[in-house]
């Protein structure tokens, strides 16, 4: 049975570039990451794993996993 969720960001960028800007603001550039896009074409990092979660990055920004 698959399992289809949606990630709707709290933040979104005009740019990918712009996403990666504002990863890089909170220094979590190391944390293992991905980039979407939404509906309206606009981008936001998502983050994975626990590692981010002990980080905090849960108050800025999705993570999953």
Known sequence: MNREFQISAPKSYASKENARKA?????AERLRHFI??????????????????????????NVVG
């Open 36 to 61: 979407m896009q939404n509906d309206e074409g606009r981008w936001f990092p998502v983050f994975v794993g626990p590692e981010a979660v002990q980080e905090g990055i849960h108050f800025h920004f």
């Open 23 to 27: 990863v890089a603001k909170i220094g």
